[in-house]
């Protein structure tokens, strides 16, 4: 009856794993490297949206007044912030001021779609005591984060996650390595060296071995040993 193998050594197997393992490293700093970047444009939002309540009512009232230098200087103050880029405001359609707090500066047009750039949000601006939800507003705010900061942010955790995921691969790689070192290629050595002692005897099978290729290989060439050795 011939021997049949019930544990396979290839490294087909160890090859699907390894594929695996990989995506599903992609996969989880893909997730973590989008979760990082949301979470730090809500922050940017937030630090928006607390700065912007405090002039929220006179530029409302300046808008009113028709009072243009106040309006520029109230939007002037939101730059102490730090991560202003862009103020716009709009009244009845129409673009009453816009102003630039950052240096433009070239952003690729894959980061741009990659990183959600830009980062805004807009503002109604009612008339003071008017909180009627069907009232229409005098005017609009938009606030934009300074796009530059937001790509630095992104290219910079990209770059790291990279780097964690290279680092990654190269530790998976040494441990198959040493897997396939560990039971492949010592065990190979071993019989190898075995056969070319001048001893009649047979191939030693360790245990670990008794049901694979390996095995197999061993247990089939001790047969046709013993086969030859009585004939």
Same mark, same amino acid.
């Given at each position: 009856?011939?021997?049949?193998?019930?544990?396979?050594?290839?490294?087909?197997?160890?090859?699907?794993?390894?594929? +695996? @393992?990989?995506?599903?490293?992609?996969?989880?700093?893909?997730?973590?490297?989008?979760?990082?970047?949301?979470?730090?444009?809500?922050?940017?939002?937030?630090?928006? =949206?607390?700065?912007?309540?405090?002039?929220?009512?006179?530029?409302?009232?300046?808008?009113?007044?028709?009072?243009?230098? /106040?309006?520029?200087?109230?939007?002037?103050?939101?730059? %102490?912030?730090?991560?202003?880029?862009?103020?716009?405001?709009?009244?009845?359609?129409?673009?009453?001021? !816009?102003?630039?707090?950052? @240096?433009?500066?070239?952003?690729?047009?894959?980061?741009?779609?990659?990183?959600?750039?830009?980062? /805004?949000? %807009?503002?109604?601006?009612?008339?003071?005591?008017?909180? +009627?939800?069907?009232?229409?507003?005098?005017?609009?705010?938009?606030?934009?984060?300074? =796009? !530059?900061?937001?790509?630095?942010? #992104?290219?910079? %955790?990209?770059?790291?996650?990279?780097?964690?995921?290279?680092?990654? $691969?190269?530790? +998976?790689?040494?441990?198959?390595?040493?897997?396939?070192?560990?039971?492949?290629?010592?065990?190979?050595?071993?019989? #190898?060296?075995?056969?070319?002692?001048?001893? !009649?005897?047979?191939?030693? $099978?360790?245990?670990?071995? /008794?049901?694979? /290729? +390996?095995?197999?290989?061993?247990? !089939?060439?001790?047969?046709?040993?013993?086969?030859? %050795?009585? =004939?």
């Amino acid at each position: 009856m011939k021997a049949r193998v019930q544990r396979s050594l290839t490294l087909k197997s160890m090859i699907v794993f390894f594929v +695996i @393992t990989l995506s599903s490293l992609a996969l989880f700093l893909g997730i973590q490297f989008s979760y990082l970047l949301d979470q730090r444009k809500n922050d940017y939002l937030d630090q928006l =949206s607390n700065a912007v309540v405090q002039i929220q009512k006179p530029l409302t009232d300046s808008l009113l007044s028709s009072d243009l230098n /106040e309006v520029k200087r109230l939007l002037v103050s939101l730059k %102490t912030s730090g991560i202003m880029g862009k103020a716009i405001v709009t009244v009845d359609g129409a673009t009453v001021m !816009n102003l630039d707090f950052a @240096t433009a500066r070239p952003i690729p047009d894959w980061a741009i779609k990659f990183a959600g750039i830009p980062v /805004e949000m %807009t503002v109604p601006l009612y008339a003071y005591g008017n909180t +009627i939800l069907t009232a229409k507003p005098q005017g609009y705010l938009t606030l934009q984060v300074d =796009s !530059n900061r937001v790509y630095r942010f #992104a290219v910079n %955790t990209l770059a790291l996650m990279i780097t964690t995921y290279l680092l990654l $691969v190269l530790i +998976i790689a040494i441990a198959m390595t040493w897997c396939v070192s560990r039971m492949i290629v010592r065990p190979l050595r071993k019989i #190898a060296l075995e056969l070319q002692d001048d001893d !009649n005897h047979d191939v030693a $099978v360790p245990n670990y071995h /008794e049901d694979d /290729e +390996i095995g197999l290989l061993a247990k !089939n060439y001790n047969r046709q040993r013993k086969i030859q %050795t009585k =004939s």
